[in-house]
């Protein structure tokens, strides 16, 4: 940046980087080297990011459809809801929050754009040293950890737990214990993964999560049974799934270790800027379990609320966990890469693309979601008459502001993972703070005196989300004036245009007269209204001209034309 337009840029900027927390030597990059190649040629990276996101998708919907199958087997295998199957549920609990303490993003937001840059600037060699003293030391962490854990079970889990069944306690502790192991794998296969992205080799990372899962459904169909036993059973099952999960990342990852060194030199400064990136995050993910142990706290004082929280968090999370995460995921370590090589509007523009293609997807998604919401819940939840229609309706209710909260995370994470990939983290620290107080206050004022009822905790997660997003958003275009996209306001009022004619499109198919009647009838119509209403938002999309229309169109028959066996036109 020549140093009148950096002279330019500040006199703009009412905040100084420093007093929102952003570090100095994240202002600018501390050498320049080579461009960033175009990401779209495919290179030395093998794959384009537009193919690295398609497969990243791909891998979490496997993902996510294997890892709901588990939900799924958990009642008929543990023989109905009670003492087993809340005890598998409540064992889970405390590894849960171990991994979030030890490792939780630490990875994403230390790992993966360290690596990433080092790699950029020609010095792999020196910048693993560092990681591998990461890796040395986070590993003897968690094994020290794992071993508190499986001997202080019994006092955590009935603290987490008061009021409990005793049989349910006594049990959760032996599960519990059972599944600590899993937490120590699965940081090492986080550890690959987080290298394999930074080298970029995302078709190597996208299918790991769905074998795991895979691994976890044949326990449960292979060793379940309704007993103490066979919970214990399931729960080995798992940990033994974890390490198979280890041992698959680290194979497709052993290259990349080459320049791995045995050390526990703490005293090294790479590694203390390593510790020094990561401790914000892990707090920063303990947060968001804290901020889920107060949902459902606050969800308690209504009737089958617990239930249906959590089923509306899983339904609005299948499109943001698919679309939202994978589009950040590569984001990251290209982001990371031309910050470190200096090409400031090369991060600028992908920064902007990424942010506009994950709301083009998720803008449709929250629109069906909010259009067809007793539908939805009812297509993935009611296959019985044991899902009963008013849990269909409290559960809509929830949903209903959990679909606008989608679209204000999205401005969160793809805005975090720009912060991560400048190294930044004590942003996300901040906001999780933020967060964690304007949630629970919000819900205890709406809980109180609102009429809202159990939907009034979406809603104040809907609020503190776009309060989040609000200020993430503004604080990295006022640390880093030029790194802002630009336009992106007439590209959210157009995506809101689109929007309506996908919502007005679904409502006009459901004025017509016909009753699904049967599981597979009311799954298609669901899917017809779902297919025309995205015709609809497509359409407007493209006579309004936005270029995401017209890339998506380009890739849907790309994608015909390889069907079919020849290439798309």
């Not at 214990?177 to 296969?189: I, N, S, T, W």
């Not at 729960?235 to 526990?264: D, T």
């Not at 200096?342 to 523009?349: C, D, I, K, P």
């Not at 920064?351 to 083009?360: E, G, P, V």
């Amino acid at each position: 940046m020549k140093r009148s337009q950096k002279k330019a840029s500040e006199q703009h900027a009412p905040v100084r980087r420093a007093d929102i927390g952003i570090p100095a030597q994240a202002e600018e990059p501390a050498e320049a080297v080579q461009p960033v190649a175009r990401e779209r040629k495919a290179g030395k990276t093998g794959l384009t990011r537009t193919t690295a996101t398609v497969l990243m998708m791909v891998g979490l919907l496997l993902s996510k459809i294997t890892g709901q199958l588990r939900e799924i087997l958990i009642v008929p295998v543990f023989g109905g809801l009670g003492v087993e199957s809340d005890a598998f549920l409540i064992g889970f609990q405390i590894p849960d929050l171990f991994y979030q303490l030890l490792v939780g993003g630490a990875i994403q937001a230390a790992i993966t754009p360290t690596l990433s840059a080092v790699i950029e600037r020609r010095q792999e060699k020196k910048g693993w040293r560092s990681i591998s003293i990461f890796i040395n030391l986070a590993a003897v962490a968690m094994l020290l950890a794992v071993l508190i854990g499986e001997v202080a079970a019994p006092g955590l889990i009935a603290l987490y737990n008061q009021g409990k069944d005793p049989a349910v306690i006594e049990l959760a502790v032996r599960v519990t214990r059972a599944l600590f192991p899993q937490v120590f794998f699965m940081m090492l296969a986080a550890l690959c993964i987080g290298i394999l992205n930074a080298y970029r080799k995302f078709a190597s990372t996208s299918f790991g999560p769905s074998i795991y899962n895979i691994c976890v459904v044949l326990a449960m169909v292979l060793l379940g049974q309704a007993s103490a036993s066979g919970v214990v059973r399931v729960a080995s099952g798992v940990m033994a799934s974890a390490l198979i999960y280890f041992l698959f990342q680290f194979y497709l990852a052993r290259k990349a270790f080459q320049h791995y060194v045995f050390s526990f030199d703490y005293h090294d400064p790479g590694f203390r800027r390593l510790l020094y990136l990561a401790v914000p995050t892990l707090i920063s993910g303990s947060i968001v379990q804290v901020n889920t142990i107060i949902l459902t706290a606050f969800a308690r004082q209504f009737t089958g609320a617990v239930t249906a929280l959590r089923q509306a968090t899983t339904t609005w999370q299948l499109p943001y966990g698919v679309f939202v995460i994978a589009i950040g995921n590569v984001m990251l370590p290209s982001l990371a890469r031309a910050h470190a090589a200096g090409q400031q509007s090369e991060g600028r523009t992908l920064y902007s693309s990424s942010l506009r293609s994950a709301l083009f997807l998720v803008f449709p998604s929250a629109a069906l979601f909010l259009a067809m919401q007793q539908d939805t819940i009812r297509a993935i939840f009611q296959w019985s008459s044991h899902y009963t229609d008013a849990g269909v309706v409290v559960t809509a209710s929830i949903l209903r502001w959990y679909c606008i909260a989608m679209v204000a995370q999205t401005f969160v994470f793809i805005t975090n993972q720009a912060f991560y990939a400048r190294r930044v983290t004590r942003i996300a620290l901040y906001n999780g703070v933020l967060n964690l107080l304007l949630n629970a206050l919000f819900c205890l004022l709406l809980t109180r005196w609102s009429n809202l009822g159990v939907s009034s905790l979406s809603f104040a997660y809907m609020l503190t989300s776009l309060i989040s997003a609000f200020l993430l958003y503004m604080l990295y275009s006022r640390g880093f004036p030029g790194a802002a996209p630009k336009k992106l306001w007439p590209f959210m009022i157009r995506c809101a245009l689109c929007t309506c004619a996908l919502i007005l499109m679904v409502l006009l198919a459901g004025k017509l007269p016909f009753d699904p009647e049967g599981k597979i009838a009311q799954l298609v119509w669901y899917a017809v209204r779902a297919l025309f209403g995205s015709a609809a938002y497509l359409a407007v999309a493209w006579l309004l001209r936005m270029p995401e229309s017209r890339q998506f169109i380009s890739h849907l028959n790309g994608l015909a034309g390889r069907l079919r066996g020849r290439p798309a036109a």
